[in-house]
């Protein structure tokens, strides 16, 4: 089954106190690199949601984010420096009696010290917060999988529409090739005859000939060119992530396209060549979205 990269999936999971939301979205990459955003509190659980999002996803850039409402996951305790407040007291105490000051220490003026009260934080995680986080991932990374599914059949239907013209045009490349050598053949026997007044041997013609079916033939590349269209094919049928496969394919058919190019010396067979070209760039930019 083809599977595309690229997908979006949403999740939530909820109780009395809270409710979790995670929302994945993924698009291609050559390999899984992942970004998760989650209250800093839950950090502790990245490791387990990247080891549920791998059974899920093998390739793609992956950005997951978790979000938690309701209940604070922090709670606030304020304490102060007795021992900062002391030295600033003190210190107004002898300012006022350096200057000959009037007035006394007021509550206002200690509140304007804001560097002796400390704010701790801290962590109130509820008891099955962690249950409800992996089912929120779980629905999301379900949703997501359904989605690129769906996306890859779309993709799979349009390579195998792709590389059914292609086959077509290697198997019209592959019936035209032997008639090259003949019309050179041709051509040559005019030729000489009007340079010769019609005196040439044969063999002449049959050794230049040769010669010339030697240099442009391209049976061999087209052998190839079949067999990668039929592997090609099949891999599109299997079950595992094929991405990479169909995109080593793509890069060997397109150089044995290359050298068809450039040993057919025939006007017919580099026009094909063009519409081949065409043909595996598409598939090319297709291929980069599939697992």
């Known amino acids: 089954m083809v599977t595309s990269m690229t997908g979006y999936g949403r999740g939530e999971s909820q ?70 407040a002391d030295q600033y007291v003190s210190l107004m105490d002898a300012v006022k009696g350096k200057y000959n000051l009037g007035g006394s220490i007021s509550l206002q003026d200690i509140l304007q010290l804001e560097s002796i009260f400390l704010m701790e934080e801290v962590a109130t995680i509820p008891s099955d917060l962690e249950k409800l986080l992996m089912e929120s991932v779980k629905g999301a990374l379900e949703n997501l999988t359904q989605m690129r599914v769906q996306e890859g059949q779309g993709l799979a239907s349009d390579l195998q529409s792709q590389l059914k013209k292609f086959a077509e045009i290697v198997a019209g490349v592959k019936t035209y090739a032997p008639s090259v050598v003949k019309q050179y053949k041709d051509r040559l026997t005019i030729k000489l005859s009007e340079l010769t007044d019609g005196m ?11 010669i010339f079916a030697d240099k442009c033939d391209i049976n061999e590349e087209l052998t190839r060119l079949d067999s990668h269209v039929q592997q090609f094919s099949d891999t599109l049928k299997q079950g595992q992530p094929i991405g990479r496969k169909l995109d080593f394919l793509v890069q060997e058919m397109n150089r044995e396209v290359n050298t068809i190019g450039s040993k057919a010396n025939d006007s017919v067979i580099t026009k094909e060549v063009v519409e081949m070209k065409s043909l595996l760039e598409k598939l090319k930019e297709q291929v980069q979205n599939i697992e």
Not at 38 to 61: D, F, H, N, T
Not at 205 to 210: D, K, L, S
């Open 200 to 210: 040439i041997e044969d063999s002449r013609i049959v050794t230049e000939a040769a």
């Open 15 to 84: 109780n009395e106190q809270v409710k979790v939301f995670a929302e994945i979205k993924t698009v291609n990459h050559r390999f899984c690199e992942y970004t998760i955003r989650m209250p800093r509190q839950l950090l502790v659980l990245e490791e387990k949601v990247k080891k549920m999002a791998s059974e899920y996803i093998r390739r793609g850039r992956v950005e997951l984010f978790i979000t938690v409402e309701g209940k604070s996951l922090v709670s606030k305790n304020v304490d102060i420096d007795w021992n900062l």
